[in-house]
């Protein structure tokens, strides 16, 4: 079982860089969702989609965008990288119907430093 | 709005004692509550979790919680610590029509032989 797949796991960027983070699940889940995490914040959502073509905004989305074309992949985009985006990613996928909604399944994580 | 406050970031007990992690939530409407562990270098995986019907959840390596509305609280528990229970741990609240989940700040848990 494959569950959310994410890549790369370890990112170097300079100021000014952009790139993407990948995201894909194979549970067909309708929910996917972007958070950082940072030392003493817990996690803060970032973008979050409902389904494919439906997406919105988190907590804390500046600097950083999302598109849902399929229901298995949700990539997060950085536009022009900032020190203050060095962080853990975390992608994470749920169902939104039936007894195991709002359950999140995460991967692994993606560290991303800006330098 | 919702939000979560876990009180205490490092918690340490000794290995056989009783676990203690508390969560305290905020929320205009019923929640859904998690709670995750998170051990080095890894994603967050669910522990247990709270929606309807009986307070007192039970999850997975021997932790429990109790949902009390009337403290707005959801404290983990575990009678007795193992030292592979070492970990962060997280609680959630999930509200919402999308029921996107907000994260306290965590709780790191060591365990001391």
């Given at each position: 079982n494959a569950g959310v797949t994410q890549t790369p796991k370890f990112q170097v960027l300079k100021t000014g860089q952009s790139m993407t983070l990948q995201c894909a699940q194979?549970?067909?889940?309708e929910y996917m969702s972007w958070y950082r995490q940072d030392p003493g914040m817990g996690l803060r959502l970032i973008h979050y989609s409902v389904g494919a073509g439906i997406t919105d905004q988190g907590e804390v989305p500046n600097g950083y965008n999302v598109s849902r074309s399929t229901t298995e992949d949700f990539p997060l985009r950085l536009l022009s990288a900032a020190p203050s985006q060095t962080s853990v990613y975390f992608c994470a996928s749920s169902r939104?119907?039936?007894?195991?909604?709002?359950e999140l399944f995460f991967g692994e994580g993606s560290r991303l430093t800006v330098l | 709005a919702q939000s979560v406050t876990q009180l205490g970031s490092h918690v340490s007990v000794s290995e056989g004692a009783l676990v203690l992690l508390r969560c305290n939530y905020s929320s205009s409407v019923p929640p859904y509550l998690f709670w995750y562990v998170q051990y080095p270098n890894q994603g967050l995986q669910l522990l247990l979790k709270y929606t309807t019907g009986a307070t007192l959840v039970k999850g997975i390596n021997g932790f429990e919680a109790e949902f009390k509305k009337s403290e707005t609280s959801f404290h983990l528990t575990k009678p007795s610590a193992h030292m592979s229970d070492a970990a962060e741990y997280f609680c959630a609240v999930s509200t919402g029509s999308a029921r996107q989940l907000t994260f306290g700040s965590g709780t790191q848990l060591t365990v001391l032989p």
């Open positions: 194979d549970m067909n889940h939104r119907t039936g007894r195991n909604t709002g | -």
